[in-house]
């Protein structure tokens, strides 16, 4: 395990005509779990190649336990990496394939085999150790990556979107393998994938990146119910938050929006005090589907509860709920309902919306209005 801070890191081509990194600063504890998402093209594999010494940097430093090693050789960084397309020797058994790094670090042969052991004991491969990756599944050649890696015992890992060629169903069971992985060796680990439910799982912290900058760093639940920008609330969840435009309406001490449905039907929602600056101009309410419900006896009297009928238009049955679509103030919006008292498409739906669950934005401004 290993502390790993970054300090104004950027990258830049082309006599700096194109930056890719502008001034990312994290710093990693030891034994965390970070995960660094955003959309391809971002900027989050070259941070994560930079990391590992696969890239120079254009500004900046990287420290590993308060050590620099910014202009260091990959070799002597002590870190180990766990690729998307598993780099497995297809010559090499599985037992070659995790004991190949050790080898070249001149180990033992006792202790090579005993590490090999360990890690495909840890990893439930130990009938797999004399086949060769092609007769391996993808998840099996998965975790075979991760067994060489962890062969190492570096000071920390780095996963570059590991699960993107795998199927749904083995991606989930992956998912957890390597959430319990972590939670054995409480191994200091960068993962970067574009997937938000598996950052919003597997991590401890989540990095936001979007064009290079660092938007957001803060738990899952941080960054999910106190998205920093338009575009976090947006990329992390799904379905996506709503933006409902509105005015901020009412006096000092009783200040409200108002809400009106595709028929014409208005509610009132209430507004907390410090959107008293706002007042007379048009703010957007964000709000996720799980708050926009239908009504629940016991919610009905707290004071940030409002309620109105609007017009369901799809709904998609998902086992657990319903996700129901309509429009409120000429923007499309998602709602959950319940599946034992659904609405059809077409009909009114008495709608509840939590508005304690709220953020809110002003118009054509990225950051959140409390922020």
Known sequence: MAQLQLKGIRKTYGNAAQETLKGIDINIESGEFLILVGPSGCGKSTLMNSIAGLESITEGGIYIDGEDVTHAEPKDR???????????????????????????????????????????????????????????????????????????????????????????KLRVEMRTEIKRLHQRLGTTIVYVTHDQIEAMTLADRIAVIKDGELLQLGTPKEVYESPATRYVASFIGSPAMSFIPLQVEGEAGNLRGRLKSADGDEMFVPLPEKLSAWHGREIHLGIRPEHITQPLAHKQDQATIASGIFRIEVTEPTGPDVMALTHINGTEVHCRLDPDHTVAPGQPAELMIDMSRAVFFEAGQEARIDA
């Open 78 to 168: 002590d870190i180990a990496m766990v690729f998307q397309s598993y780099a497995l020797y297809p010559t090499m058994t599985v037992r070659e394939n995790i004991a190949f790094g050790l080898k070249i670090r001149r180990m033992p042969k006792n202790e090579i085999e005993t590490e090999v052991q360990r890690v495909a004991k840890l990893l439930q491969i130990e009938p797999l150790l004399d086949r060769k990756p092609a007769k391996l599944s993808g998840g099996q050649q998965q975790r075979v990556a991760m067994g060489r890696a962890l062969a190492r015992r570096p000071k920390i890992y780095l996963f570059d979107e590991p699960l993107s060629n795998l199927d749904a």
